[in-house]
């Protein structure tokens, strides 16, 4: 028997319509009544959220360079006259989910369970179609890629961007003994769906999720500001391409070659293009468009599937220059700043492993999911939970 008082229920069940738009499936796109549905409902519930703050009127100061960082984004598209649409839709749903954490700030558990069974529920969706329908679940034909089989959360390599996030609240709430049992079956499926139906990236993230979860962590993985420096450094040291060969027994395990399949060459036109543009960016482009800047391989030929640079901090940079980079940098000072005196907690250890956990997968992946950039944002909440459990010994 659920056991709830009716204004905590009031509670859920409002954070649970305001993530609505915020974890729209893919599949959904392709219906057109549904895609409708959940395009002006995040127009709406990000309205919401902007009143509800003239109303209230605070914020936690740290988040303000993110919020920065994705209207800046948003003024270089407009400026260069860029894909102004998708723009706004990334920025607001930044914004948007900012300002649910903050709203839920007060009593974060009630957001934290919420979006973990919200993820959750989908990710054992899309597990179920994938097992009845392993060869995908509809096709469709993009420029980029031609004629692809997708599933009920897009392509293979879409799903892990579903699952760190889901990995991340799942701990939270399983370190608080809120979850036990049905998280580790939670994670079973999960390695399955890898094992059979996954990415390399996925099955490096999950791999180093479990081998970090349930051993217990080095002094090294235990500051975040050492794992931060360490992202930045491994990102910068394999997007230069210099020796990409040392990584070869990595990237044969996770079925790819020592040019990461061909992303060194993305990598090197997304610096090429950076650099064009160092300063302030080139904003949001068109998919297209890009693909002849980072799909311009030897021979003239161009793979219109480099759509993006293939590596999160990278496509920050090419979007937003020097700029973006230093709002980036100074939210990454003010986490390390804000989580440092909580060492001791378990809450701690949890962010520091997913913070690995963002830059390992950032490598090879562009984050397009705004779910899973929990893993910088909610942190800086955290630390009242993180406060309750220090305190208490």
Not at 28 to 43: G, P, R
Not at 227 to 239: E, P, Q, R
Not at 346 to 368: D, R
């Amino acid at each position: 028997m659920i056991n709830l008082k009716v204004s905590e229920f009031k509670k859920y069940f409002y954070c649970f319509l305001l993530l609505t738009p915020l974890v729209k499936p893919p599949y959904f796109s392709t219906i057109d009544i549904l895609n409708k549905v959940y395009n002006y409902s995040l127009y709406l519930v990000f309205v919401i959220v902007f009143f509800l703050f003239l109303k209230r009127r605070s914020i936690n100061y740290s988040v303000i360079p993110i919020i920065i960082l994705y209207l800046y984004t948003l003024g270089v598209t407009v400026y260069k006259d860029g894909d102004i649409k998708t723009a706004i839709k990334v920025s607001i749903g930044m914004i948007t989910l900012i300002g649910i954490i903050e709203l839920f700030s007060s009593n974060l558990l009630i957001f934290i369970k919420t979006a973990y069974y919200y993820l959750e529920f989908y990710l054992y969706v899309n597990f179920i179609l994938v097992l009845i329908k392993p060869e995908g679940l509809y096709s469709r034909y993009t420029e980029a890629y031609g004629f692809t089989e997708e599933h009920f959360l897009s392509a293979k390599n879409f799903f892990i961007f579903w699952l760190i996030p889901a990995l991340f609240l799942g701990l939270l709430l399983f370190n608080k003994k809120i979850i036990r049992i049905r998280f580790l079956v939670f994670i079973a499926v999960m390695l399955l769906n890898q094992l059979f139906y996954g990415s390399g990236t996925g099955i490096m993230v999950i791999c180093t999720f479990i081998i970090l979860s349930i051993l217990p962590l080095l002094k090294y993985f235990e500051n975040l500001a050492t794992i931060i420096l360490s992202g930045v450094a491994l990102n910068i040291f394999i997007v230069s391409g210099k020796t990409l060969e040392i990584f070869d027994v990595i990237t044969g395990l996770i079925g790819k070659d020592s040019t990461f399949t061909n992303r060194d060459k993305i990598w090197e036109n997304a610096v090429s293009a950076v650099n064009n543009n160092l300063l302030f960016g080139h904003g949001v482009m068109d998919s297209e468009e890009i693909a002849y800047i980072f799909g311009n391989f030897p021979g003239n030929f161009i793979w219109l599937g480099a759509t993006h640079a293939h590596n999160q901090f990278l496509q920050i940079l090419f979007e937003t220059g020097i700029v973006g980079g230093v709002l980036l940098i100074a939210y990454l000072f003010l986490l390390v700043k804000n989580t440092t005196k909580f060492r001791d907690g378990s809450i701690y250890k949890t962010i520091c492993i997913f913070v690995l956990i963002y830059f390992i997968a950032g490598i090879t992946e562009y984050f397009s999911f705004v779910m899973l950039n929990i893993i910088l944002i909610l942190p800086i909440y955290l630390i009242n939970m993180e406060k309750e459990e220090y305190s208490n010994g």
